[in-house]
């Protein structure tokens, strides 16, 4: 699958606020990241996302994988980001 972006991708989101962030890595070379956003200390309250790279895709951003040490991920310590999120309404109404 070829992705083609356009510049609205590369501008910035209004409403980014504080988030978690944690990755798995498959055997496969796949690379899950783990988004849990709202306070930490409330994780019952936290909305989660979940995006997945290909190792394709994985490779492409971080190298091959003899760059990356040891064996397939059981994850990665949470890690603060900061995530935005800008829905386009107007799509869902199709």
């Not at 070829?2 to 496969?28: C, F, H, W, Y």
């Not at 790279?53 to 951003?61: D, F, I, N, V």
């Not at 971080?62 to 310590?77: I, L, Y």
């Amino acid at each position: 699958m070829k992705l083609q972006l356009e510049a609205p991708l590369t501008q910035e989101i209004s409403g980014v606020v504080d988030a978690m962030v944690t990755t798995n890595r498959g055997t496969d070379g796949s690379l899950a990241f783990h988004l849990v956003v709202g306070p930490a200390d409330h994780p019952q309250e936290c909305d989660r996302i979940e995006f997945v790279l290909g190792p394709e895709h994985a490779r492409a951003l971080f190298g091959s994988m003899s760059d990356w040490s040891g064996p397939a991920s059981h994850g990665s310590p949470p890690m603060p980001c900061r995530v935005g999120v800008e829905l386009n309404t107007g799509s869902m109404a199709r």
